[in-house]
């Protein structure tokens, strides 16, 4: 029997679970900006749980993806059980599995990102889907914000292009491997972008 419109159409459904995880999101990153920008830390959220949402994620990984940066940037050990509590084991299982570090002070940058990279071969496809949509709204908005900034972008967000470009470089090597797919292929050709752009101002600048 061929499937109705509505059946076809029929995909994740949201309760109210993920509107308390949006109030809880919003709570959480109040007054918290995306860095270098003056834009609220919770279009970065949003914009990852959408992506996690059209790659055919369920409700939980939806609600991790709203929640990914919580533990690591507002409150740690403590902002993960209470996930757990408010959310359930499944979401915070994988915001612990998305939290580079949850330390205080953070270990510096690089030595994060190098522990995050050996880390993911353990990751689940649950939180590998989630932190592909992560980083792929990373990269987007970062070409985004050198195109408006220039060179000043790096001064403000302390990291030096070459390590950002080595990041994203690994991270697509590492998606491709782990979990090859739409989003992967999404995040390599953004990266690509990402360098031509770092190439093309490079070049006018020595012009």
């Not at 919003?26 to 914009?47: I, K, N």
């Not at 369920?58 to 609600?63: D, K, L, M, N, Q």
């Not at 353990?122 to 990373?138: F, H, I, T, Y």
């Not at 360098?195 to 490079?202: D, H, N, Q, V």
């Amino acid at each position: 029997m061929e499937a109705t419109t509505t059946e076809r159409n029929r995909g994740t459904v949201l309760g109210p679970r993920f509107g308390e995880a949006v109030a809880y999101a919003l709570e959480v990153h109040s007054g918290q900006c995306r860095a270098g920008t003056t834009q609220p830390y919770a279009s970065h959220l949003l914009r990852v749980a959408g992506l996690v949402l059209e790659d055919g994620g369920g409700e939980p990984e939806a609600i991790a993806a709203l929640l990914h940066d919580a533990a690591e940037d507002q409150g740690g050990t403590p902002r993960l059980w209470d996930i757990r509590r408010r959310f359930g084991p499944e979401v915070a299982t994988i915001v612990k599995e998305l939290t580079d570090s949850s330390e205080y002070p953070r270990p510096p940058w690089r030595r994060r990102k190098e522990r995050y990279l050996v880390h993911l071969a353990g990751s689940s496809q649950e939180a590998l889907r989630v932190s592909l949509a992560d980083k792929l709204v990373n990269v987007r908005s970062l070409t985004r914000d050198y195109r408006i900034q220039g060179e000043d972008l790096w001064e403000k967000s302390g990291k030096s292009k070459r390590d950002v470009l080595w990041y994203y470089r690994t991270l697509t090597a590492r998606f491709e491997e782990l979990r090859p797919g739409p989003l992967a292929d999404e995040l390599s050709r953004a990266v690509g972008e990402f360098e031509a752009l770092m190439t093309a101002i490079g070049t006018s600048r020595a012009t």
